[in-house]
């Protein structure tokens, strides 16, 4: 498996893989497949190319089957601050260790820019296998959003999680 930063050649896989997900576990995202499958692909290379932003991904054989985005706050009084943000794991390679290496990629890039203190999360609060990962690598959690999502008329509480650097 390789771990790497994506960029802007990497956008058709990455907005492929988006959208898998947006429709696999649409209780996972505050944005659904049908608000973003017509979105051109420059937006996705933008995205991809925003300096306030790392969007790391996991490859096995070629083929991008997991992404992780890292976000600094931008704002000066917020600037110690980064949020972990749209990861996903394709289904048939979850539990084989690619979640927990994006999230240590992550990590590991917010200690090296420094400036990051804290890093925060939300995760589906019935979503164990994503918390227990969290919590191997230190995050805990600091509160509950009650009904933070509805799909489908069904509500999703959310995990509010932070891990101190």
């Given at each position: 498996?390789?771990?790497r930063?994506l960029?802007?050649h990497?956008?058709?896989a990455y907005?492929?893989?988006?959208l898998?997900?947006?429709?696999?576990?649409p209780e996972?995202f505050?944005?659904?497949?049908?608000?973003?499958?017509d979105?051109?692909?420059?937006r996705?290379?933008n995205?991809l190319?925003?300096s306030s932003?790392?969007v790391?991904?996991?490859f096995?054989e070629?083929q991008?089957?997991g992404?992780?985005?890292?976000?600094?706050?931008?704002k000066q009084k917020?600037?110690?601050?980064?949020?972990?943000?749209?990861?996903?794991v394709?289904?048939?390679?979850r539990?084989?260790?690619?979640?927990?290496q994006?999230?240590q990629i992550a990590?590991?890039k917010?200690?090296?820019l420094?400036?990051i203190?804290q890093?925060?999360l939300?995760?589906v609060?019935d979503?164990i296998p994503a918390?227990k990962?969290y919590?191997?690598?230190?995050?805990?959690?600091?509160?509950?959003?009650?009904?933070a999502l509805?799909?489908s008329?069904?509500?999703?509480d959310e995990?509010?999680m932070v891990?101190?650097?």
């Amino acid at each position: 498996m390789e771990i790497r930063q994506l960029h802007r050649h990497d956008a058709e896989a990455y907005f492929a893989l988006r959208l898998e997900a947006l429709k696999t576990n649409p209780e996972a995202f505050g944005s659904s497949y049908e608000e973003e499958k017509d979105y051109p692909i420059s937006r996705t290379e933008n995205r991809l190319a925003d300096s306030s932003s790392y969007v790391f991904g996991a490859f096995v054989e070629n083929q991008l089957i997991g992404v992780l985005t890292l976000m600094k706050d931008t704002k000066q009084k917020m600037s110690h601050r980064g949020h972990l943000y749209a990861a996903y794991v394709t289904p048939l390679n979850r539990g084989k260790g690619a979640g927990k290496q994006l999230v240590q990629i992550a990590i590991n890039k917010a200690q090296e820019l420094r400036e990051i203190e804290q890093l925060y999360l939300e995760v589906v609060a019935d979503n164990i296998p994503a918390k227990k990962l969290y919590e191997s690598l230190g995050f805990e959690t600091y509160g509950i959003d009650r009904k933070a999502l509805k799909v489908s008329g069904k509500y999703y509480d959310e995990a509010l999680m932070v891990l101190y650097l």
